[in-house]
């Protein structure tokens, strides 16, 4: 959906329904205020016919009787004011529920206008500044979290406050058919209640945001452990201008990666503070040495640029919007009440304002990490890894949903040992996915480095995987153990 789109789904959203709430508490009291004027208009009619009769006045035309003449007009509008002045307390309650429900319609409108303001406004400061993104996407939150609650609650209690109007003006009529207008207003009723469970969802889902970590499963390997892959890790940091990791974990689930942010390295649950590198089994066991080292350079060119410090935590704190939002969105059964379309179309607008930054700055930041990754092996060698890892991830989905498969990283050397990687423009523009972010389609990266997308850069990231791709990882984790041996 376009954004603005989103944003006039919004507007009327936000607006249109305390329009309508506040026009129909608006003739819920117009109705007390007629009914007033016709108890008075009754009496001072009735009053000048008795002091005399050739004086009586014209009489409107909801209260006028063709069968009636003076005396059956005096007599029916004894009787009419005088269930009126009996009605009165019900009057004067039905009053104050009809103002009730206006000040809470206008009310809603009034956060409604405040909510879409602060979303404009933060939403352009974090176009233009990447400080007040990371630091305003929490406090945003929070706001979000208090001023969506707000309107809905405004909203269902102008609904609440109708619903009972019409409630006590059908028990002041009873006699007179009153409990047909109850049985109309059932359906209102069901929105009421809609909106009540909708509201106990956005107080649920729109609480503040928990502190972000990542769940890993995988292996750490510390200096003592593999200092091969250490030493290896060094000579790449020193060519890319940037600090060595503080940990290094291998695993399966995901591509290669960075991040500053908390890690819990399943099965054990084990805390990681600092640098994190995760390099895949998976990807490095079917790529050269080179083209692996382009693609740890461009991670660690992460850590040079001080992305890292706040970039996974506002990474992590994004996805962690989106899952609520789309919780909101979708819903266990199936259906968001029109009281909860607001709510749900400003966390939307929110998700959306917030998401545009994000990614702005994001591509900028995998951009000069290209150029990082470049500078380790060279733009072509760095170009051919992008390909391949593009190439690569949708061979590993397949595998991974193949009831065939057993051993991961096994199956897809087994696979790519007599069969060339399939690469196709399709793949060209995948945005190779973090466990927290994603990056701009590869054929603009390539394109920054200078580089054409040409046949022989498709050749060489399709090529069949060599022995030497296979081991070279092996090699340097075995590496410095037969001196300690």
């Known amino acids: 959906m376009s954004h603005d789109t989103l944003r ?123 400080a007040y993104l990371l630091g305003h996407l929490a406090p945003a939150w929070r706001r979000l979290g208090r001023l969506v609650p707000l309107h809905a609650g405004l909203l269902v209690a102008a609904l609440a406050s109708q619903l009972l109007y019409e409630a006590l003006w059908s028990y002041s009529h009873w006699h007179s058919h009153g409990f047909v207008a109850l049985l109309f207003s059932l359906p209102l009723w069901l929105l009421f209640l809609g909106g009540l469970l909708m509201l106990r969802r956005l107080c649920g889902e729109l609480l503040p945001l928990e502190e972000p970590v990542l769940h890993l499963l995988g292996r750490e390997l510390d200096r003592v452990a593999a200092p091969g892959l250490w030493q290896w890790l060094g000579q790449i940091a020193d060519r890319a201008g940037a600090p060595l990791p503080d940990h290094v974990v291998t695993g399966i689930e995901h591509c290669y990666f960075v991040t500053q942010a908390k890690v819990l390295l399943a099965p054990r649950g084990i805390p990681l503070e600092g640098r994190t590198l995760y390099i895949p089994l998976t990807y490095a066991s079917v ?27 506002l990474s992590l704190l994004q996805r962690q919007v989106r899952l609520r939002i789309e919780r909101i969105a979708a819903p266990e059964d199936g259906h968001v009440g029109l009281l909860g379309k607001p709510g749900l179309w400003a966390a939307l607008y929110f998700l959306d304002r917030f998401e545009r930054a994000y990614l702005h700055w994001n591509r900028r930041q995998e951009l000069a990490a290209d150029k990082v990754g470049a500078r380790v092996a060279g733009a072509r060698v760095f170009a051919i890894a992008l390909l391949r890892t593009c190439a690569l991830a949708g061979l590993i989905e397949r595998l991974l949903a193949s009831p065939q498969t057993r051993n991961l990283v096994h199956a897809l050397t087994d696979h790519l040992r007599g069969n060339s990687l399939e690469l196709d423009e399709h793949d060209s523009a995948r945005r190779l996915e973090h466990p927290f972010d994603s990056h701009p389609p590869t054929f603009q990266r390539i394109a920054d480095l200078s580089l054409a997308l040409d046949d022989d850069l498709l050749r060489q990231a399709r090529r069949i995987v060599s022995a030497d791709d296979t081991q070279w990882l092996n090699r340097l984790l075995d590496a410095g153990h037969g001196e300690s041996r």
């Open 8 to 130: 006039v789904r919004l507007l009327a959203f936000l607006f249109l329904i305390p329009l309508a709430l506040y026009a129909w508490s608006a003739v819920q009291a117009f109705r007390v205020d007629s009914t007033l004027r016709d108890e008075q208009f009754m009496r001072d009619w009735s009053a000048s016919v008795r002091n005399d009769p050739d004086a009586a006045g014209a009489i409107p035309r909801h209260l006028f009787r063709p069968a009636y003449g003076v005396e059956g007009h005096l007599h029916q509008f004894a009787e009419d004011a005088e269930a009126i002045r009996r009605d009165h307390p019900w009057l004067a309650l039905r009053g104050w529920l009809a103002a009730i429900g206006k000040l809470c319609a206008l009310a809603s409108a009034l956060v409604a206008a405040a909510l879409l303001a602060r979303l404009e406004y933060d939403g352009r400061r974090s176009m233009r500044s990447q």
């Open 287 to 313: 790529m050269s040495e080179a083209e692996s080292a382009a693609i740890i350079g461009h991670e660690l060119g992460h850590f040079a640029a001080g992305d890292t410090a706040h970039g996974a935590s």
